[in-house]
């Protein structure tokens, strides 16, 4: 039977050299708070419970995350890893495993921890170690001559040979909480930090007959951790290349998988192909054959199969049909559905409309709060007038109305089946089916008329 499991991860530092108000944890990578991350990570291994340790910054980061299923302790003052955790033994199930995380490691996967998880036991500690080429700065693994550990060494402690060696602390481990919480009150601050080292409960372990067994990550990006903008940057470009090769595996074609930013989850359908320069926010999907320009940005949409994005389109929370063609230049938003064969044309901005199959809208238009029927054709420059300054109004156009140029609906206002509606005119009354209406004063020629002419200067 295994061991109920607690996560307690720590995020209660500032990370000043990060140069920010906010706390380091709620920093985003991919889109999403680096702590979300490791909360979600470790949320796959279904814990018993997910303690999160914060500090700096006070509530912003419970705030933030804003889920009560995880236990907040607040760490007021950041006296060392060791004293984090003892703030939160009264949180733990004395008979598990604890699972210590940081919230500003983003990266590791989750086959990593399980695989640490696994190897722990009722009297076995797992620690997550690797072997770095520059280790400057982190705590060394201390193995004895028959490789057992002993213990851990900080950097700061540490003596000219134990500073050569290569094996270090990741901060990532599993351990025993029974024992954990006799370990917890014998940690002193008496080192060169003045802290409470949770790595001194190697030391402790290996006095108590509790084995150290050490595991491994298969990358050394899994261990990295975030203290400046420069990492955040570097693990950014870390993340994208994953996720561009994920994409790339599947059978997306990219472009250049170094120009796309995944910030959320994009599922894609077989053939499609993204092109340089894209950004897709939230949950997006593209359906098969999808065809997406240079320089699009997608927030949570859904692109149905054959589509094509020109460049420069934006969507933002609205549905594609089958077969539209959209771009360039177009802005698709909330609450918008287009059909299928649907065609929308540059500096064209749609907003909470339905545009219904085979209809046009191509040029220099705003449709919003607008229900679009079949086979319109909105001509160049159309205007939907859906606010009068307070409230919002719905402009109604019927299947097979052809609107011409520059026309402005002002809604409320139905246009009719079949109706034409002349070039230029100001709609303000429901106009009849199958009719031709329009409003327009009628052209004169002044005959005879002379331009100015410039006045010579005195
Ligand atoms: C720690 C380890 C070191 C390891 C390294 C890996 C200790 C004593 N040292 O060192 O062996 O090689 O991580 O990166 O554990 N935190 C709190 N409260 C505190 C102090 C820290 O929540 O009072 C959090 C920080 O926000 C951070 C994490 O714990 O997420 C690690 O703290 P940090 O100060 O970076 O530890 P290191 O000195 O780097
Ligand atoms: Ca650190």
Redesign the pocket.
């Known amino acids: 039977m295994s061991l109920p499991l607690n996560v307690v991860i ?4 500032k990370g000043t050299r990060m140069y920010s108000e906010q706390p ?2 709620l920093h985003k990578l991919a889109g999403k708070p680096l702590l979300q991350h490791t909360l979600d990570s470790s949320g796959l291994l279904n814990p018993h419970k997910t303690i999160v ?1 914060y ?1 700096y910054g006070g509530n912003a980061v419970p705030e933030a995350i804003n889920n009560p299923d995880y236990i907040w302790v607040q ?1 007021s003052e ?7 955790l003892m703030q939160t033994v009264s949180a733990l199930d004395s008979e598990g495993i604890t699972l210590v995380l ?4 983003p990266l590791t996967q989750v086959n990593t921890l399980k695989t640490l998880v696994a190897i722990a036991g009722e009297n076995r500690l797992g620690l997550l170690t690797i072997e770095l080429a520059n280790a400057d ?3 060394r693994i201390v193995r004895n001559k028959n490789g057992g550990v002993l213990r ?1 060494v ?1 950097h700061k402690d540490a003596n000219e040979q134990e500073r050569s060696i290569c094996e ?4 990532i481990m599993a351990i025993p909480t029974k024992h954990l919480l006799n370990w917890l009150k014998n940690l002193s601050n008496n080192n060169a930090q003045k ?1 409470y ?3 001194d409960i190697i030391e402790m372990a290996v006095n108590d007959n509790v084995e150290v067994v050490t595991s491994h990550p298969d990358h050394e990006w899994e261990i990295l ?1 975030i ?1 400046s903008k420069v990492q955040l940057a570097q693990v950014e470009r870390l993340y994208q290349t994953q996720i561009a090769h994920t994409l790339l595996a599947q059978g997306v074609t990219l472009m250049d998988p170094a120009r796309i930013d995944v910030r959320g989850d994009l599922v894609c359908g077989k053939e499609v192909l993204i092109d340089v320069n894209c950004i897709f926010e939230g949950k997006v999907q593209l359906g098969d054959g999808v065809v997406v320009g240079a320089h699009c940005v997608i927030r949570n949409s859904t692109v149905a199969a054959g589509t094509r994005l020109e460049p420069f389109t934006i969507l933002d929370q609205c549905e594609t049909g089958l077969n539209n063609k959209i771009g360039p230049f177009s802005r698709i938003r909330p609450g918008t559905q287009l059909k299928e064969d649907v065609h929308v044309g540059n500096f064209v901005e749609i907003k909470n409309s339905q545009v219904d199959s085979g209809s046009k809208i191509n040029h220099l238009s705003y449709v919003g709060d607008s229900t679009v029927g079949k086979r319109v054709n909105v001509g160049a420059g159309t205007i939907t007038c859906n606010y009068d300054g307070a409230n919002k109004h719905r402009t109604i156009i019927e299947d097979d109305v052809f609107i011409g140029s520059d026309t402005q609906l002002v809604a409320p206002v139905t246009v009719s089946k079949g109706a034409t509606i002349g070039a230029g005119s100001t709609i303000t009354r429901d106009t009849p089916e199958g009719e031709l209406s329009l409003s327009r004063s009628k052209q004169v020629t002044v005959t005879g008329w002379k331009r100015p002419v410039k006045k010579a200067k005195q």
């Open positions: 720590l995020g209660a530092g380091k944890v340790v500090g760490q950041q006296l060392g890893t060791g004293h984090a940081y919230g500003d490691v700065g982190y705590g851990i900080e270090i602390n990741t901060g802290e080292y949770l790595t951790g203290n």
